[in-house]
């Protein structure tokens, strides 16, 4: 079976310009996570999504980010006005139930802003 | 404010040598302290975890320690091989989503 897909793999765009990046879960899990990776550093939580449950905002560094999901499949990421600190791997994860006790992680999207 | 702090931030060891990363939390809500494991280009994948309700977890070569009045938790990889050289982060959860570690790169030489 498939695992956690994300798109595109790299994006390069310049300061100031939106984002979109997608992240497809495993089918049947219920849970969706975002995280943001930086060089060298560990994973910084941004959104949390469970079921129709209303998602789990705190993570999110400022109101230029903000994340839907469509049920319990796809989910997109989107970043305003991209400025240089947001260049950083931006990493879904799923898992089957409301317990968090494994994500599956996809491999990211790269983000560089110029 | 980090929560959880992973030491050392980088690690190299010889094949057959132990590896020992060290993490500490503060939030005496966690119930829950996974390891995972990242190669490069690759998400992280879980490795092992524990609940505070157990002092000790193996799984093969990997060894979870619990130390639940110092807050701290510690990931032991025994017979080190260079297939294990990636990074490790430990992570803690209070049925939320996880909080990470710095994470710690480890190097195993032939």
């Known amino acids: 079976g498939a695992g956690v897909s994300q798109s595109p793999s790299n994006k390069v765009t310049e300061k100031g310009k939106d984002v979109e990046l997608r992240c497809d879960p495993i089918?049947?899990?219920?849970?969706l996570y975002w995280y943001r990776q930086r060089l060298g550093q560990g994973l910084e939580f941004l959104i949390y999504f469970q079921g129709n449950s209303a998602p789990d905002k705190s993570g999110l560094p400022s109101d230029r980010f903000s994340a839907e999901r469509t049920g319990e499949s796809v989910s997109t990421l989107t970043i305003q006005r991209t400025q240089q600190e947001d260049s950083a791997v931006y990493l879904c994860?799923?898992?089957?139930?409301?317990?968090?006790?494994?994500?599956?992680f996809g491999s990211g999207t790269q983000l560089s802003v110029l | 404010q980090q929560q959880v702090k992973q030491s050392p931030q980088s690690l190299i060891v010889q094949k057959g040598g132990i590896s020992i990363i060290n993490c500490a939390y503060e939030n005496t809500a966690f119930d829950y302290f996974p390891w995972y494991q990242q190669f490069p280009g690759k998400g992280p994948a879980l490795l092992i975890a524990i609940r505070p309700d157990v002092s000790e977890k193996k799984e093969g070569r990997f060894t979870i320690s619990f130390n639940k009045s110092a807050k701290q938790f510690s990931l032991h990889i025994m017979d080190s091989q260079p297939g294990d050289s990636a990074t490790y982060f430990c992570?803690?959860?209070?049925?939320?989503?996880?909080?990470f570690g710095s994470g710690t790169r480890l190097q195993v030489q032939p």
């Open positions: 089918s049947g899990h219920t849970a």
């Open positions: 994860a799923s898992s089957p139930t409301a317990l968090y006790e494994k994500l599956f």
């Open positions: 992570a803690a959860s209070s049925r939320r989503a996880l909080t």
